[in-house]
């Protein structure tokens, strides 16, 4: 596997990634997203990047503004700006000799999973979603964040919640597949199938028995890489 350290810079703030290459090129490739706080570096994340290449697609995952290598506060964050980085992000991929600008699909989860459904929305050029454990509102975050030791985020990102609704949107995006954990303590089993219920055809979802919000036990992680990889084999 061969990897390549990635700096681009968005709206004025340095994002750092990591491409990892199966060595197949052009190759068909999978931009990861993380969750809200988290970053690119998550054993999830690390693990999908070494058991796809093997696979022969190629990863791209980074970190959001404020998170891991990035630069930038996380308490800015808002939900146009990781879109914003998602785009270029994508783009960098779509340029990249070594991948198949036809073939490129998204993941994401928790956050990473919503913008991933917004991104997949918009652009056509996107062949495949996956998604983990992801909201289909935000509407209880600051609840959560208030009574956890993340980060208070700034009012430009709660007012954005009233603007990015997934209900307009989620006609819009083709092959997706749904992964929630059973025993998620985050965000409830119910989010996912009500984002599976908009999604048109063809679709899936997968409830992982015991799982919970970061898939954190080792078995549950298996089976919903398992379950994408499938799903990006399928349709990339």
């Not at 970190?63 to 992000?89: H, K, Q, W």
């Amino acid at each position: 596997m061969k990897q390549e350290r990635i700096e681009i810079t968005c709206d004025g703030v340095k994002i750092s990634g990591l491409l990892h290459l199966s060595g197949q090129d052009p190759s068909p490739c999978v931009v990861i997203s993380h969750g809200l706080f988290s970053d690119k570096n998550t054993v999830k994340f690390q693990e999908i990047a070494e058991e796809f290449t093997g696979e022969g697609l190629a990863v791209l995952r980074f970190d959001f503004m404020g998170c891991g290598e990035s630069a930038g506060r996380v308490e800015d964050t808002t939900i146009s700006g990781r879109l914003a980085t998602l785009n270029a992000m994508f783009d960098f991929a779509c340029s990249h000799p070594s991948i198949d600008r036809e073939r490129i699909g998204l993941m994401g989860s928790s956050m990473g999973g919503y913008l991933s459904l917004f991104k997949g929305a918009a652009d056509t050029r996107v062949k495949a979603v996956v998604i983990w454990a992801t909201p289909h509102t935000l509407d209880d975050l600051r609840d959560k964040i208030s009574t956890g030791n993340e980060p208070e985020l700034g009012p430009a990102f709660y007012r954005e919640i009233e603007e990015y609704r997934l209900d307009p949107v989620l006609d819009n995006v083709h092959r997706c597949l749904v992964i929630h954990g059973g025993a998620d303590e985050l965000v409830p089993v119910s989010h996912a199938r009500e984002i599976y219920r908009r999604l048109p055809e063809p679709k899936g979802i997968e409830v992982v028995a015991g799982a919970d919000h970061r898939f954190s036990d080792a078995r549950h992680r298996l089976h919903a890489r398992t379950l994408t990889l499938n799903w990006l084999k399928r349709f990339l």
